[in-house]
């Protein structure tokens, strides 16, 4: 599944709970802000004090982010991008799964 995908199974959701357009978008960009943040935390744990001096040194933003995938593949094996599609799927699958329990239960 795309990332796109994924969070349109959280929109629905939220959009099926009563959630406002507001209150999505803000959940959406949450999400995705953990999701950066994980893989943030993650990398600067294992990459070298050479690995951050590499990217510093390069000025061009684009390079910059081909560095940074690089030397992530080089030291998890796995693509950045994979990570955070993981990370959205494993979050949705489970968040998806609350909500069928929660339909499923008696109303009060």
Do not use: H, W
């Amino acid at each position: 599944m795309n990332q796109q995908n994924t969070l349109q199974r959280v929109t629905d959701i939220l959009k099926e709970k009563g959630s406002t357009d507001e209150q999505i978008i803000e959940f959406i960009e949450n999400l995705m802000k953990q999701c950066y943040a994980d893989l943030y935390t993650s990398a600067m744990e294992e990459f070298t004090d050479e690995d951050l001096a590499a990217i510093e040194a390069i000025s061009d933003d684009e390079e910059s982010k081909k560095k940074i995938k690089e030397i992530y593949i080089a030291r998890f094996g796995k693509d950045p991008d994979v990570v955070i599609q993981d990370n959205l799927e494993a979050f949705v699958n489970g968040f998806a799964e609350e909500y069928e329990k929660e339909k499923s239960l008696p109303s009060s």
